[in-house]
């Protein structure tokens, strides 16, 4: 069984398109740019795919962003394929959620979600999972569990 969170699934579907666009308006800033830096590009062969997470990463990228919002699974999800390795993928989406934890009416609103959800209680889960997604940041790799499973 798959947990609706706070924002119920039943409202409007998730367009992976739309996911994009969210996660890059969060993560380009004030003056809406992304801040460059020097990748690898012997790095990049592959992108990031939910399915090559590890055992903990997964759990919290994807099951526990549903106990906050389906819209925010989807997104987080959607993102994947921006990254070059689960590293990379986590740190973005701390940044994201931190993000919204801040200001999480700024997040339902471009969601057209201010009427159905309350802010405060959206942001404080959205807040418990960039704790979640650190915790996992902060354990070394080797210990997070096997990949994909």
């Not at 969210?22 to 003056?31: C, D, I, K, T």
């Not at 055992?55 to 526990?64: D, F, P």
């Not at 889960?125 to 790799?141: G, Y």
């Amino acid at each position: 069984m798959v947990a609706q969170g706070v924002c119920g699934s039943n409202e409007r579907s998730v367009d992976a398109r739309d996911s994009e666009q969210h996660v890059g308006a969060y993560l380009r800033g004030p003056r809406g740019r992304v801040p460059r830096r020097k990748l690898n590009v012997s790095v990049l062969h592959q992108d990031m795919d939910t399915d090559f997470l590890t055992q903990k990463a997964y759990r919290v990228l994807i099951g526990q962003s549903g106990d906050v919002s389906e819209f925010l699974r989807a997104e987080i999800g959607a993102a994947a394929s921006r990254y070059p390795s689960e590293d990379s993928y986590l740190g973005a989406i701390h940044q994201f959620v931190s993000g919204i934890a801040d200001l999480p009416e700024d997040y339902l609103d471009r969601w057209n979600l201010l009427d159905d959800v309350n802010p405060d209680q959206f942001g404080s889960l959205a807040r418990k999972l960039a704790e979640a997604i650190m915790t996992v940041i902060r354990t070394p790799l080797d210990e997070r569990g096997p990949v994909g499973e």
